[in-house]
């Protein structure tokens, strides 16, 4: 991997952690985000491109929904497999307990993880 695809990587994975960060402070006794900002910070340095990987995977047939900001993605969001980052966090039964400006700030973020992940996976 060349120095700059280490540094998206990287990049992107601190930019999750970011997302969950928030998510932890507007719901700090939900287990489900606390155990997978755990699992993202672990495997994010032991192989981070995997985080990368996963998240894309979720997230790929969902870009229409994403970039259009349609909260359908959010809400119909349910954990499917052992891998699914947004899956684990619920969102579908939180969403509404979210700030507009939460909101704003998930979608922002979502919409450049997505970005940046299909740009580390040349998709």
């Known amino acids: 991997m060349s120095s700059a695809s280490v540094m998206q990587v990287a990049a992107f994975n601190k930019?999750?952690?970011?997302?969950?960060?928030?998510?932890?402070?507007?719901?700090?006794?939900?287990?489900?985000?606390?155990?997978?900002?755990?699992?993202?910070?672990?495997?994010?340095?032991?192989?981070?491109?995997?985080t990368v990987v996963h998240?894309?995977?979720?997230?790929?047939?969902?870009?229409?929904?994403?970039?259009?900001?349609?909260?359908?993605?959010?809400?119909?969001?349910?954990?499917t497999d052992l891998d699914d980052v947004l899956g684990h966090l619920n969102l579908n039964h939180k969403w509404s307990c979210l700030s507009d400006s939460d909101r704003k700030y998930l979608w922002k973020n979502i919409q450049n993880l997505t970005k940046l992940g299909k740009k580390i996976l040349c998709l």
């Open 15 to 50: 930019h999750l952690l970011g997302v969950l960060d928030m998510l932890k402070r507007r719901f700090p006794e939900d287990r489900d985000i606390s155990f997978t900002h755990s699992q993202i910070d672990t495997a994010s340095r032991l192989t981070p491109r995997l």
């Open 55 to 79: 998240f894309v995977k979720e997230v790929l047939p969902f870009s229409k929904q994403i970039d259009e900001k349609d909260e359908l993605f959010f809400l119909q969001m349910v954990k």
